[in-house]
């Protein structure tokens, strides 16, 4: 009763989010964690609640942050783009899903000090942000 109420079309939306886990677990390094959190109105921004799912893995290089929700398009360096199967409708497809919602979907990328047997991990966020329903729209 307390939670904050978010009107979606559950169907669509679980494939947005599927698109993005998915993503997470083909592109984070092996052995590392996937995590998915929600943050709550707050006082910052009381009408929307974000959903982020982020992953270790390689670098999405800003110049590439907007390109890869482009329809067909990967972020990936061409020598992988055979070892990792897709077809670059994913992000796109979630981003869609998300402004049909009257959200938002960002992509962030920051470097971390581990190095593991790839490389340097970088922490990849996708933040999904969508507004809740507002008192009396019921």
Same mark, same amino acid.
């Given at each position: 009763e307390n939670l904050p109420v978010a009107e979606v079309d559950i169907a669509r939306f679980t494939i947005a989010i599927s698109n993005l886990l998915d993503n997470a677990v =083909?592109?984070?390094y092996p052995n590392t964690r996937i995590y998915v959190r929600s943050i709550v !109105?707050?006082?910052a921004d009381p009408h929307h609640v974000t959903l982020q799912i982020q992953d270790l893995g390689e670098e999405i290089p800003l110049e590439k942050r907007e390109l890869i %929700?482009?329809?067909g398009q990967? &972020?990936?360096?061409?020598? =992988?783009m &055979? =070892?990792? !199967?897709g @077809?670059?409708? &994913?992000l796109w497809e979630a981003r869609a899903i998300v402004e049909a919602h009257g959200g938002t979907l960002t992509a962030k990328s920051e470097e971390t000090t581990f190095h593991l047997r790839q490389g340097r991990a970088?922490?990849? @966020? %996708?933040a999904v942000q969508i507004p809740l329903r507002q008192s009396g729209n019921k």
């Open positions: =083909k592109y984070s !109105p707050n006082a %929700f482009e329809r990967r &972020g990936l360096a061409e020598a =992988k &055979g =070892k990792i !199967p @077809t670059g409708y &994913g970088h922490r990849v @966020t %996708f």
